[in-house]
């Protein structure tokens, strides 16, 4: 019999099995499992246990001590549980758009969650051109919650404060430090650039320096901007999406940062399966609905989550400071302010950098995925530069309309 209660190790299938039947309370006596390892991430063992005498089943997470993209990056397991805590956070605040999570084992750094295999990965189902026309609405609903109800503007201070220890994440926050603000801003080793896209990142991201104090300054309002309790990695491969319904998982890069990371990583993923559908879609007709529903998901994205974050903020009990006449507009400028940067980060280092994204790489045609990735890096550019000039939904998109006609 396997010990899972001393020492932690990576499981196997068939330990994932032993694990559940042993360890979780959550399948019958005499259950039949089968066990399937299913991740797809950079980081992340994810295995689902399937009962198929009585259809009950299950997903163990468990934190591998290196990441799986490459084993430079050593990351510490309790990773695994801030993702169970603040799963339980978000869960608490939007339960209908996240996943339900069961017993956290700090030995194993595993934890269970709900089964959400009727649900797909939102960037596969992106790629694949499919519309979701919900979408906007859902991740804005879990947004302008998460992010405003785990501030100072509405939390207790001192029990904030105590937030911010509890969710203290140095390494991943170091992996974000370097491959979203450091490494894509100059000819760094670890970055894998396309190689018809370098002469274009050679001359216009390597050698501007506007561009890279920019960055600097950024990084350091990552590093030092303790605003909200953030997801810290929500682009569509952190979404399971089905019609009408949407999760949001995968949030171990959780911790108190600015709260326009989130919603820039939402604006630059969308721009991605923009480029995407742009540059694969042949019929015209269908390139056009889907082109078009990308830019109208990102321009609901901005203005719904302004007026969703406008209602709750005036709905909600908060610190008095805060209701003093234009503070609320201050605030609100400065998310969106940084939602314009971090869109534009994004963009960047998903083409320069190391971790790339799947609607880009999976362009065949190189002048094609050239043409994509050199218009994300000009739309990236804009979104750096001016950062302040980025209001509204339609500002975002006229942006991505411009640079892609
Ligand atoms: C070493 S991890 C690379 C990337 O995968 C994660 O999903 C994050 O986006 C990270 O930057
Ligand atoms: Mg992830």
């Known amino acids: 019999m396997t010990d899972f209660s001393t020492e932690y190790f990576t499981m196997n299938e068939e330990q994932a099995i032993e694990y559940a039947k042993e360890k979780l309370d959550f399948f019958k006596q005499d259950a039949e499992l089968t066990c399937k390892e299913i991740g797809d991430g950079n980081l992340n063992y994810v295995f689902h246990i399937v009962d198929g005498k ?74 694949k ?20 109800l785990t501030s100072d503007v509405v939390m207790d201070h001192k029990k904030k404060k105590d937030l911010v220890k509890s969710f203290i994440n140095p390494e991943l926050c170091e992996i974000s430090e370097d491959l979203v603000y450091t490494e894509p801003f100059y000819n760094c080793e670890r970055n894998e650039v396309f190689p018809a896209t370098r ?6 991201i390597w050698a501007d320096d506007v561009l ?21 990695d929500l682009h569509t491969g952190s979404v399971f999406i089905k019609q009408g319904a949407t999760k949001v998982i995968d949030p171990e890069f959780a911790f108190y940062g600015p709260a326009g990371y989130d919603i820039g990583n939402v604006v630059a993923n969308l721009i991605f399966a923009y480029a995407n559908g742009q540059a694969t879609i042949k019929e015209e007709a269908k390139r056009n609905e889907f082109t078009s529903y990308i830019l109208q998901s990102i321009e609901d994205v901005i ?74 890096l000009t739309v990236a550019k804009y979104f750096i530069l001016e950062r302040g000039q980025y209001k509204t939904g339609a500002d975002f998109v006229s942006l991505v309309k411009k640079v892609f006609q």
């Open 54 to 127: 009585y259809g009950d089943s299950i997903i163990l997470k468990q934190a591998g001590p290196v990441a799986r993209i490459s084993d430079e990056f050593k990351l510490s397991p309790d990773r695994n549980r801030i993702e169970s805590d603040i799963l339980k956070i978000q869960y608490e605040y939007v339960p209908d758009h996240t996943p339900k999570t069961y017993q956290y084992d700090p030995v194993m750094n595993c934890f269970a969650m709900e089964d959400l295999s009727d649900y797909e990965i939102m960037r596969s189902a992106l790629i």
């Open 303 to 376: 203005d719904l989550f302004k007026q969703k974050f406008g209602k709750l903020w005036n709905e909600t009990d908060m610190e008095l400071v805060a209701t003093y006449d234009g503070f609320y507009e201050y605030y609100l400028n400065n998310i969106l302010k940084d939602t314009a940067a971090v869109a534009g980060l994004e963009l960047s280092r998903r083409i320069i950098g190391l971790a790339k994204v799947a609607d880009i790489t999976s362009i065949e045609d190189e002048s094609d995925r050239q043409q994509a990735e050199e218009n994300c």
């Open 212 to 232: 890279r104090l920019e960055t600097a300054k950024l990084k350091f309002e990552f590093m030092t901007n303790a605003q909200s309790l953030i997801h810290g």
């Open 199 to 204: 002469p274009f990142v050679e001359k216009e």
């Open 129 to 148: 051109h499919e519309i979701f026309p919900d979408f906007a609405d859902h991740i804005t609903t879990f947004m302008a919650k998460t992010l405003l």
